[in-house]
């Protein structure tokens, strides 16, 4: 089996073109798992007919809303209509579980209280330490995106394919790193030729491409200058996410 991506939604922190919340599934050999799980991803997982129940982990390149705020939905999903039996693996950075646990009181007062019908577990992953979740190399790497916790680029691997992700980030030399030798390296490009502080623009990435190292780049999270120019990322032999769409890796 290869591994298989799924764009559940690639869209900003504003859901510009329409677009949900940044969620990439995962299917690999050993597991399922989320990339990231923004704000609207529970709504987008059901709009695309995808069984919440049938993912057994989720991890999370930093806490922003448009990237971890739709784990307290997923949560309770499961945890009502749902029923979920199986266990959930959330990993993040540090931080996460305090940050998690915030998000559930401030959306659902109590819900921290709450006797689960299913176990699930944070793990925080610490930046630069390679770990394992699920039978899934974990590699991240801190990047430029302040969120109150560390921001991380994460590399996954499954023993036969690499992914790799910038999470949100200006330009750093980290995803060099992040990137080399992945098979596909999904990049954040919120911008067309706009500098705007910790995210990146195609003009930036497209003097860098060969840098990368990566076979396949993706590009994500595009603002509306960057929607309307997505032929230009075309024409240079970039892949441009779109919901929905289904990647063999």
């Not at 995803?175 to 195609?202: K, P, Q, T």
């Not at 076979?215 to 441009?240: C, N, Y």
């Amino acid at each position: 089996m290869t591994m298989r991506l799924t764009i559940v939604g690639c869209g900003d922190a504003f859901g510009s073109g329409g677009r949900f919340n940044t969620c990439f599934k995962i299917d690999a050999r050993q597991a399922t798992i989320l990339l990231d799980c923004g704000a609207s991803s529970l709504v987008a997982l059901k709009a695309h007919q995808i069984d919440p129940n049938a993912i057994d982990g989720v991890v999370l390149s930093h806490l922003h809303g448009d990237h971890f705020g739709g784990l307290p939905f997923l949560l309770l999903d499961a945890q009502l209509p749902g029923r979920r039996a199986r266990p959930l693996v959330i990993g993040g950075p540090p931080g996460t579980r305090a940050r998690l646990d915030a998000a559930l009181e401030v959306l659902f007062p109590g819900s921290t209280n709450t006797s689960w019908r299913f176990a699930w577990e944070v793990r925080e992953i610490v930046p630069s330490q390679p770990s394992e979740l699920l039978g899934l190399t974990v590699e991240t790497i801190e990047v430029e995106h302040p969120s109150g916790a560390p921001s991380t680029a994460v590399r996954l691997g499954d023993g036969e394919r690499v992914l790799a992700y910038s999470g949100d980030t200006q330009w750093t030399e980290a995803l060099l790193s992040i990137g080399r030798g992945a098979d596909l390296f999904i990049v954040e490009c919120s911008e067309y030729v706009r500098n705007v502080a910790y995210h990146m623009n195609w003009s930036m990435i497209q003097g860098r491409l060969a840098d990368l190292g990566a076979k396949r780049v993706m590009i994500t999270h595009l603002g509306p200058a960057m929607l309307a120019q997505t032929e230009a990322a075309r024409q240079a032999g970039v892949l441009v996410a779109s919901d929905g769409t289904v990647i063999e890796i």
